[in-house]
């Protein structure tokens, strides 16, 4: 077993992070782990070798936990006396109602106390708790808690009313995080994305989302526009920015230029429109709870930059030698503050739910609800039937209710600074403790009584519903993976590169690391690199391991060496000139785990067995490598990428077309979304669809139409249009092409 599968284990085993001292001390007591010389492992030697695995290990200072780890919450069951029934109660709940109780920040160790003190005896596997276990849940959970040293408090957060119960709040706040942390394991749910007024792009134009979606078509049509839209929605998400130049998750391949630039015919009078068709059922368990019997949840957003009227000055009088103005307006506009998102709608099978507008003073209050919305008018009865004595809405009912509806929303607003609302407050009445509380609903005061149960039940109900919208988008957005149209080298030695540089990972330069962290995503990239059917190349990826010769690592290797072949280390003067003696020592130094040192990865040519670089190679080869690895590498993931087929062979890109579709409908369950140029990968994809009609074993899942989107981008006078062709079961293009856009007859290629 190796040092790191050790360390592994020991995590998984106590279930939360240590010290790396603490994980030096098991290691030495349980004795899987041996070093060589005999020797204790040390904290330095833990220190070292979970840096050297980023993929597995998360370190803070000391810490040590498992990346698998994050966001992820331990969680045990409690039955609060105002909640009915047993819910789930995490350890972030425990820690925020510690900090709410002392009303300031604590160490962690003082928390670890006292959640223990608390709830001894107790929630076995779970408790005790220690401080590096409340380090960690605070680390992972940053939009609860805020750190400061070793200290950890509450963030500042505008969820509910400040009179909502804390119980009450802290079961509402855990369900939330877990339905965030269940889409890292998640279907894609993203079914359309819509957009209008962006860049090229006039009227709406519909993009659908399938396991494989390939965008084709002439040159500046805009294919790259349109993936430039999704960027630029995950960029809202993430960072709030509407007037964008400069994209985290696409770095400097990218420069939108800012609204102006963005908005079509560079028009900032126009909006930009957005709309995302969300499937229900694969969306998170809020989504699900908040949405039955819903099959499609939309949202459209409407992102406007915000105009001032110019005016000019013209005289109206002259009198006793002064000058009189009027102020008149021009046709002329300029732009004041930052683009905002100015409408917000949310739909259910293509129903009005409600709409959301943004005031003068920048809040966002509901302009619109839609009684007549089916999804509603369940939600309401609902709502008065299981909190109120009354056991039916009589018909006579609703036009109350329309009107208290009325009442309610002009109480309702949000002063999120989020891209999209996320959270409803209330203005002049506050929520409380509403489950343990059941209404009357009296003959003689009834009308006054649903409206009661009303004001007390739907806004938090509308919150929960915009809440769980916006978490959806937030994640599946988040989801995003983006690989520009030419992949950057990597630096010479990647030990020693940033890489949290955003042109790393856009550039695809990431995915070398990724080579040298995974062997068996390594293994399968060497197959390409060899097999005749595919890149035929004579490289292999081998990992090799830089040594710090100042380390004491070294030198007790060093020492062992010496002892091993009967020399003291101080008369090494004496025999150094003897290679054969070297020879020993370089073979116990590069024995595996003997020192910590930092992994590189090489590239060794095979007829000769010697290093060459990255940056050796032929440019199809690093163009191509992080396309592979990104499809290897990924889970469940969101892919975009910009000519994939790039400074490849025809006949590789049939086969990079091939791993597409391993990637999509195999056991990693990626979305690729490919701006394609290449005739060959789509007639492969084609081809494929075909065989599996045809039920010929090829190696691949099947593939169907329906796991296919082909779409044709063309510029035309109006502006951009999406064309969907319509592909049958034998792989067959149902629909003309546009302007001929391949050079042979597609039908006699693929016959």
Same mark, same amino acid.
């Given at each position: 077993?190796?040092?790191?599968?050790?360390?592994?284990?020991?995590?998984?085993?106590?279930?939360?992070?240590?010290?790396?001292?603490?994980?030096?001390?098991?290691?030495?007591?349980?004795?899987?782990?041996?070093?060589?010389?005999?020797?204790?492992?040390?904290?330095?030697? %833990?220190?070292?070798?979970?840096? =050297?695995?980023? +993929?597995? &290990?998360?370190?803070? $200072?000391?810490? !040590? @936990? /498992?990346? #698998? *780890?994050?966001?992820?919450?331990?969680?045990?069951?409690?039955?609060?006396?105002?909640?009915?029934?047993?819910?789930?109660?995490?350890?972030?709940?425990?820690?925020?109602?510690?900090?709410?109780?002392?009303?300031?920040?604590?160490?962690?160790?003082?928390?670890?106390?006292?959640?223990?003190?608390?709830?001894?005896?107790?929630?076995?596997?779970?408790?005790?708790?220690?401080?590096?276990? %409340?380090?960690?849940?605070?680390? =992972?959970?940053? +939009?609860? &808690?805020?750190?400061? $040293?070793?200290? !950890? @408090? /509450?963030? #500042? *957060?505008?969820?509910?009313?400040?009179?909502?119960?804390?119980?009450?709040?802290?079961?509402?706040?855990?369900?939330?995080?877990?339905?965030?942390?269940?889409?890292?394991?998640?279907?894609?749910?993203?079914?359309?994305?819509?957009?209008?007024?962006?860049?090229?792009?006039?009227?709406?134009?519909?993009?659908?989302?399938?396991?494989?979606?390939?965008?084709?078509?002439?040159?500046?049509?805009?294919?790259?526009?349109?993936?430039?839209?999704?960027?630029?929605?995950?960029?809202?998400?993430?960072?709030?920015? /509407?007037?964008?130049?400069?994209?985290?998750?696409?770095?400097?391949?990218?420069?939108?230029?800012?609204?102006?630039?963005?908005?079509?015919?560079?028009?900032?009078?126009?909006?930009?429109?957005?709309?995302?068709?969300?499937?229900?059922?694969?969306?998170?368990?809020?989504?699900?709870?908040?949405?039955?019997?819903?099959?499609?949840?939309?949202?459209?957003?409407?992102?406007?930059?915000?105009?001032?009227?110019?005016?000019?000055?013209?005289?109206?009088?002259?009198?006793?030698?002064?000058?009189?103005?009027?102020?008149?307006?021009?046709?002329?506009?300029?732009?004041?503050?930052?683009?905002?998102?100015?409408?917000?709608?949310?739909?259910?099978?293509?129903?009005?739910?409600?709409?959301?507008?943004?005031?003068?003073?920048?809040?966002?209050?509901?302009?619109?609800?839609?009684?007549?919305?089916?999804?509603?008018?369940?939600?309401?009865?609902?709502?008065?039937?299981?909190?109120?004595?009354?056991?039916?809405?009589?018909?006579?009912?609703?036009?109350?209710?329309?009107?208290?509806?009325?009442?309610?929303?002009?109480?309702?607003?949000?002063?999120?600074?989020?891209?999209?609302?996320?959270?409803?407050?209330?203005?002049?009445?506050?929520?409380?403790?509403?489950?343990?509380?059941?209404?009357?609903?009296?003959?003689?005061?009834?009308?006054?009584?649903?409206?009661?149960?009303?004001?007390?039940?739907?806004?938090?109900?509308?919150?929960?519903?915009?809440?769980?919208?916006?978490?959806?988008?937030?994640?599946?957005?988040?989801?995003?993976?983006?690989?520009?149209?030419?992949?950057?080298?990597?630096?010479?030695?990647?030990?020693?590169?940033?890489?949290?540089?955003?042109?790393?990972?856009?550039?695809?330069?990431?995915?070398?690391?990724?080579?040298?962290?995974?062997?068996?995503?390594?293994?399968?990239?060497?197959?390409?690199?060899?097999?005749?059917?595919?890149?035929?190349?004579?490289?292999?990826?081998?990992?090799?391991?830089?040594?710090?010769?100042?380390?004491?690592?070294?030198?007790?290797?060093?020492?062992?060496?010496?002892?091993?072949?009967?020399?003291?280390?101080?008369?090494?003067?004496?025999?150094?000139?003897?290679?054969?003696?070297?020879?020993?020592?370089?073979?116990?130094?590069?024995?595996?785990?003997?020192?910590?040192?930092?992994?590189?990865?090489?590239?060794?040519?095979?007829?000769?067995?010697?290093?060459?670089?990255?940056?050796?190679?032929?440019?199809?080869?690093?163009?191509?490598?992080?396309?592979?690895?990104?499809?290897?590498?990924?889970?469940?993931?969101?892919?975009?990428?910009?000519?994939?087929?790039?400074?490849?062979?025809?006949?590789?890109?049939?086969?990079?077309?091939?791993?597409?579709?391993?990637?999509?409908?195999?056991?990693?369950?990626?979305?690729?979304?490919?701006?394609?140029?290449?005739?060959?990968?789509?007639?492969?994809?084609?081809?494929?669809?075909?065989?599996?009609?045809?039920?010929?074993?090829?190696?691949?899942?099947?593939?169907?139409?329906?796991?296919?989107?082909?779409?044709?981008?063309?510029?035309?006078?109006?502006?951009?249009?999406?064309?969907?062709?319509?592909?049958?079961?034998?792989?067959?293009?149902?629909?003309?092409?546009?302007?001929?856009?391949?050079?042979?007859?597609?039908?006699?290629?693929?016959?």
């Amino acid at each position: 077993m190796t040092l790191h599968e050790e360390i592994v284990a020991i995590l998984k085993e106590v279930g939360h992070g240590l010290m790396t001292k603490e994980i030096a001390e098991k290691v030495n007591e349980r004795g899987n782990y041996h070093k060589r010389d005999g020797s204790s492992v040390t904290p330095f030697q %833990i220190h070292g070798r979970t840096k =050297n695995y980023p +993929k597995l &290990f998360t370190r803070e $200072g000391n810490y !040590v @936990g /498992l990346v #698998e *780890w994050e966001g992820k919450k331990e969680t045990f069951y409690v039955e609060p006396d105002s909640i009915v029934g047993s819910v789930e109660f995490s350890l972030s709940d425990a820690i925020t109602l510690v900090l709410k109780d002392n009303k300031d920040e604590l160490t962690t160790k003082v928390i670890a106390d006292e959640i223990n003190r608390r709830y001894k005896g107790e929630f076995e596997g779970v408790l005790p708790t220690s401080a590096g276990k %409340i380090f960690l849940e605070a680390k =992972n959970n940053p +939009k609860i &808690f805020e750190i400061n $040293g070793d200290k !950890v @408090g /509450l963030m #500042e *957060w505008n969820d509910f009313d400040a009179s909502v119960s804390d119980d009450y709040r802290y079961y509402t706040e855990g369900l939330l995080e877990k339905a965030q942390q269940e889409q890292s394991v998640t279907e894609i749910s993203i079914k359309h994305i819509g957009i209008a007024n962006f860049k090229s792009y006039n009227s709406i134009q519909e993009l659908k989302i399938k396991p494989i979606t390939l965008l084709f078509g002439p040159n500046s049509s805009g294919k790259s526009s349109l993936i430039h839209s999704l960027l630029y929605l995950q960029n809202a998400f993430s960072s709030k920015e /509407l007037d964008t130049h400069y994209m985290k998750i696409s770095g400097d391949s990218v420069d939108l230029g800012g609204f102006r630039q963005l908005v079509h015919k560079r028009d900032f009078q126009r909006s930009i429109n957005f709309y995302i068709d969300i499937d229900a059922e694969k969306g998170n368990e809020t989504l699900r709870k908040n949405f039955p019997e819903t099959n499609i949840v939309s949202a459209r957003f409407e992102v406007r930059q915000p105009l001032e009227q110019r005016k000019k000055k013209k005289v109206i009088r002259v009198e006793d030698h002064q000058i009189y103005y009027d102020e008149l307006p021009t046709d002329e506009f300029i732009a004041t503050g930052k683009p905002k998102v100015q409408k917000f709608e949310i739909l259910t099978d293509g129903e009005p739910l409600l709409n959301i507008g943004l005031t003068k003073n920048l809040a966002f209050r509901i302009d619109y609800l839609n009684l007549e919305n089916s999804l509603l008018k369940r939600l309401i009865e609902a709502l008065i039937i299981s909190n109120t004595t009354t056991p039916e809405i009589k018909q006579s009912d609703w036009n109350i209710i329309q009107e208290a509806m009325d009442s309610i929303i002009n109480e309702l607003y949000s002063n999120d600074t989020l891209f999209i609302p996320r959270h409803l407050k209330k203005v002049r009445e506050s929520f409380y403790d509403a489950s343990k509380t059941v209404l009357p609903i009296s003959r003689d005061s009834r009308e006054s009584d649903l409206v009661s149960s009303l004001k007390l039940y739907l806004p938090f109900a509308l919150t929960e519903i915009i809440e769980s919208v916006y978490n959806e988008l937030d994640s599946q957005l988040s989801n995003l993976i983006y690989l520009g149209p030419v992949r950057s080298f990597p630096a010479r030695h990647l030990a020693f590169t940033n890489n949290n540089d955003p042109n790393w990972i856009a550039g695809g330069a990431n995915a070398w690391e990724t080579l040298r962290d995974f062997k068996d995503i390594r293994d399968k990239v060497n197959n390409w690199l060899s097999s005749t059917a595919k890149l035929n190349t004579k490289y292999k990826l081998e990992v090799r391991k830089h040594i710090d010769p100042k380390s004491k690592d070294f030198e007790d290797q060093i020492w062992a060496a010496a002892q091993d072949i009967d020399f003291e280390l101080s008369e090494f003067k004496e025999w150094s000139g003897d290679s054969g003696v070297f020879d020993k020592v370089l073979e116990k130094v590069n024995q595996d785990d003997a020192i910590e040192g930092i992994n590189d990865l090489v590239l060794v040519d095979q007829n000769s067995n010697t290093v060459v670089t990255h940056r050796d190679v032929g440019f199809g080869i690093s163009q191509v490598i992080p396309v592979l690895v990104s499809a290897y590498a990924n889970k469940g993931k969101t892919i975009l990428i910009e000519q994939p087929e790039i400074h490849l062979h025809p006949a590789l890109q049939a086969e990079l077309g091939s791993l597409i579709v391993s990637s999509a409908l195999g056991e990693n369950k990626n979305t690729f979304i490919l701006e394609n140029h290449s005739e060959t990968m789509m007639l492969r994809i084609l081809k494929l669809i075909r065989e599996s009609t045809l039920n010929k074993d090829n190696g691949l899942p099947k593939l169907t139409p329906d796991d296919v989107a082909l779409i044709f981008v063309e510029n035309t006078k109006n502006g951009t249009i999406l064309r969907n062709l319509r592909i049958d079961r034998m792989g067959k293009i149902l629909d003309p092409i546009p302007g001929g856009f391949f050079e042979e007859d597609f039908e006699e290629m693929f016959s």
